[in-house]
């Protein structure tokens, strides 16, 4: 267990320093170095002249239960506090950044927090065992931190460590930047800060703080949208907001400062007074000390604790008020290490100065990783068992390395050997534009992936040279050798160190985008055949309201749709649900479509001014039913958390987030292609974006709210829109790459024009339908899915064949259009594409009974719970 007994003793020299008592010719060398020189030479790892008087002004402190000295010295600016343990040592040195505040009006004495902060790094160094002991620097200015001379100071903590002769080393902390770092270490050697080197210790605090932030979420069983505060957003904060945007969460931001906060992708809470009023799944401190007070821990809504903040309780009382909650803390000895692992890399290897920076951050985020997933275990073992509970400090100390094993940055020269996986060609098709530029320079060779081999569709986010090998590091932290690295997009382009971006294309402007004119109506107008499908749905929604159990003198319920387009096929469905509903319980429905959506026609249609093709009222003659259009995709949260009761998506959510980035050669749709790697490619992207999808519906549901969804698919039988397996029956998607195929052999498209043409959506089959749902680990239980198939109006002759074109091409148009060279003129490529409709309404006159667009969906029922 790591607590000791013992009393603590203050005792401080007064510096004064003059500029002639800087040593400025300092040789780069690592502390192992050092070391072996005083050894050998018999004298101070430094040589250097110290002009001060020293006085002493010792006493002594209440008991505490640590064995760590604090040394107060009166400087020209104010006094710093250097706290280390007692048995610090020049073998195994202390080490703890240097802390610079005015703690004038604080409730903490700096050498009090400078104590507790030297503790709280003496379980960081020993957890990991980087081969240091705790030591903290507390600077507490006489003035403004902003009108502090920090050349000046750097010089006076340069004597102070001088003083310890090796024993304690020091680095970045609050209000310490590279700057005074770098300026510090020319003139003393007992400097631990990445100095020279790529490897940034902030961003490796960030890496180790998301580390433990992802594993507690996993442990939780949080969706991947999870919600987050994140409070105080400096160096360390930002880079870890950023990094929970990239992984899905939901990330709420504060900081003192409050343009801080305003991170991409986050919500700036910093007008918030009391950020305690809102519901998270995690808190995040990461900033000052004792941020968490007794009133705080009284009142804060969340789950866990996670933050890289050091000492964020106030006081015992607020600590025991947390865990009295049951809420889950993950102390800062695991969570906020990356620094000090970084500084074991630079005590033990010899070519930290060269070390590239992402196997150093990946090594991080697993040691933490790991290491939260340690302490986890032994948390829920201790709340299990009967009696008093294990302090958090005793728990940390169970999950240590042994103080006799091998040093972190001993053991990582090992674990890149053994993660690092070795291939003699790795084939990357997903390169985004960083990852692009890190080519330059580097010599990619044009072949043939060879037969069997499979291509890694990952997110590369670096790429260097080792060794005469090449390092690759994926996003989703997969990390690879190669002896060579073949880059291509599409079977076309091979990746030479060009700037240009070869990625997945983003949907938008790709997939569904509105045919007609604003205001038209043109999508109600010609897919009558959505209105079926929708009603065929009324027995699932009829079920799903009952579900609800909406009690009389409910005033109203919200509903959800997703995907609506001009929401003209799900009108008649609104009244019949309206009607379901108690007579004075209002409906408030929400429609969810892209920005770039025809709103126009939506609120037409809405309000009568566009007629509707089937016999129903609008929406704005429906009493108690109010609407509105969300201009955002259902690829992210559209509405607030726990705010909807029904939720319903109707043939929308087959469509992808992003084009991926594969050709099909022999097709423009993947049910109709053969090539095995592209199919896995559209799997994969499917899969990933259906549980995006299902992730931001939970976040959005209330408890016990129910969703119905529609979606295109294969079904058991083998059945897809435009193929119901038939003999004889045409195939639409086979169809229509005739057409576009037959443009291309007549000259009128290019042969990259044609095979530009992929449809960005995916139609799953039932068991990539269910995956997301098993084990609930979304927080959604599936209640039911069936497969039914809808007769097309407009097929087998029953109308003309202009009108079955027509309904094909509300929502494939824009496919078509896309795939055109961007050197043609707007109405070059609008009479390309009407030439590829008319080539396939011919075919239909010729054979009007072979054609149809027969629907195929899974109709699919679950609930939040």
Not at 226 to 235: D, E, R, S, T
Not at 390 to 399: D, I, K, M, R
Not at 611 to 620: A, I, K, N
């Amino acid at each position: 267990m790591l607590s000791y007994k013992g009393s603590v003793t203050l005792s401080g020299t007064r510096l004064t320093a003059t500029r002639e008592s800087r040593c400025r010719t300092r040789k780069t060398v690592s502390i192992r170095q050092r070391q072996a020189i005083t050894a050998v030479a018999g004298k101070k790892p430094r040589d250097t002249k110290v002009s001060a008087q020293a006085s002493t002004q010792s006493r002594v402190e209440a008991e505490k239960d640590d064995n760590v000295k604090v040394s107060v010295s009166k400087l020209s600016q104010g006094t710093l506090y250097l706290a280390c343990e007692e048995d610090c040592t020049s073998v195994i040195p202390g080490n703890g950044g240097l802390r610079v505040r005015n703690y004038n009006g604080s409730d903490q004495h700096p050498s009090e927090e400078a104590r507790k902060l030297a503790e709280s790094m003496t379980f960081k160094h020993r957890v990991y065992n980087t081969g240091f002991a705790g030591a903290k620097l507390v600077f507490d200015a006489d003035v403004p931190v902003d009108n502090l001379n920090k050349k000046e100071l750097m010089d006076e903590v340069a004597q102070v460590l001088e003083a310890f002769d090796g024993r304690v080393y020091t680095g970045c902390d609050m209000n310490t930047t590279m700057e005074d770092m770098n300026y510090l270490d020319e003139i003393s050697p007992y400097v631990l800060a990445s100095i020279d080197s790529k490897v940034d210790a902030n961003y490796a605090t960030a890496v180790g703080t998301y580390a433990a932030v992802i594993r507690t979420a996993e442990e939780l069983g949080l969706p991947r949208n999870f919600k987050i505060f994140v409070q105080g957003v400096g160096n360390v904060g930002s880079t870890l907001a950023k990094r929970l945007v990239d992984y899905g969460a939901q990330v709420y931001t504060q900081d003192m400062i409050p343009e801080c906060a305003d991170v991409p992708g986050c919500i700036n809470m910093s007008d918030v007074e009391d950020f305690t009023t809102v519901e998270f799944d995690i808190f995040s401190p990461n900033a000052i000390a004792g941020v968490i007070t007794e009133e705080v821990a009284s009142k804060l809504n969340c789950r866990a604790v996670v933050g890289a903040a050091n000492i964020p309780f106030s006081n015992n009382a607020a600590m025991n008020a947390i865990r009295s909650k049951n809420i889950i803390f993950v102390p800062e000895y695991i969570t906020s290490a990356g620094a000090i692992i970084v500084d074991s890399l630079e005590k033990c290897c010899d070519d930290f100065k060269t070390m590239h920076p992402s196997p150093a951050y990946k090594y991080v985020y697993e040691l933490v990783h790991a290491k939260t997933g340690d302490y986890l275990t032994e948390l829920e073992q201790d709340n299990l068992s009967a009696g008093e509970k294990t302090s958090w400090n005793e728990l940390t100390g169970n999950v240590s390395e042994p103080l006799n094993g091998v040093m972190a940055g001993t053991r990582f020269e090992q674990w890149k050997q053994t993660n690092f996986q070795h291939n003699d060609v790795m084939y990357f098709n997903n390169l985004k534009p960083d990852a692009l530029k890190m080519f330059q320079g580097f010599e990619t060779v044009e072949v043939t992936t060879p037969e069997g081999l499979e291509q890694n569709n990952a997110e590369v986010v670096d790429i260097f040279q080792s060794m005469d090998r090449y390092q690759v590091v994926t996003r989703s932290g997969m990390n690879y050798t190669c002896d060579k690295i073949v880059a291509e997009h599409a079977g076309v382009v091979k990746m030479t160190g060009s700037e240009e971006e070869e990625e997945g294309k983003d949907a938008f402007g790709r997939a569904h985008v509105p045919y007609g004119d604003d205001g038209e109506a043109l999508y109600s107008k010609l897919t009558l055949g959505c209105f079926d499908v929708i009603m065929n749905s009324l027995d699932l929604v009829t079920q799903a309201i009952k579900n609800l159990d909406v009690e009389e003198g409910r005033k109203s319920i919200k509903m959800a749709d997703f995907g609506s387009a001009d929401a003209g096929p799900e009108m008649p469905l609104v009244y019949k649900i309206k009607n379901m509903l108690p007579a004075n319980c209002d409906l408030e429905v929400g429609f969810e479509d892209q920005p770039n959506n025809d709103f126009k026609s939506l609120f037409y249609l809405a309000n009568g001014i566009q007629p509707l093709p089937v016999d129903c009222p609008p929406l704005s003659a429906m009493p108690g039913v109010y609407f509105a259009g969300i201009g955002r995709t259902f690829f992210e949260q559209c509405f607030p958390n726990e705010s909807v009761d029904l939720s319903t998506s109707f043939t929308a959510m087959h469509w992808l987030s992003e084009l991926p980035p594969v050709a099909m050669p022999d097709a423009v749709h993947h049910t109709t292609s053969s090539d095995s790697s592209a199919l896995d490619k559209y799997a994969k992207q499917a899969a990933k974006d259906w549980e995006l999808i299902l992730g931001n519906r939970a976040a959005e549901l209330k408890s016990g709210g129910q969703m119905v969804v529609l979606n295109f698919g294969v079904s058991p039988a083998g059945h897809c829109l435009g193929w119901s397996g038939e003999e004889g029956s045409a195939c639409m998607y086979e169809e229509l790459n005739s057409c576009w195929a037959e443009l291309r052999d007549n000259g009128d498209i290019t042969a990259e024009e044609y095979a530009a043409v992929n449809f960005c959506n995916y139609y799953r089959n039932e068991q990539e339908m269910i995956a997301p749902f098993e084990g609930e680990k979304l927080g959604l239980k599936l209640k039911s899915i069936e497969w039914r198939d809808t007769p097309c109006p407009f097929g087998r002759g029953k109308d003309s064949p202009a009108n079955l074109v027509g309904t094909v091409r509300t929502w494939s148009n824009s496919t078509f259009e896309s795939a055109l060279d961007d050197s043609r003129s707007e109405a070059e490529k609008k009479a390309l594409v009407d030439k590829h409709y008319a080539l396939y309404e011919k075919r239909i006159a010729a054979e009007p009974e072979r054609h149809h667009m027969d629907y195929t969906h899974a109709y699919i029922l679950f609930e939040k719970v």
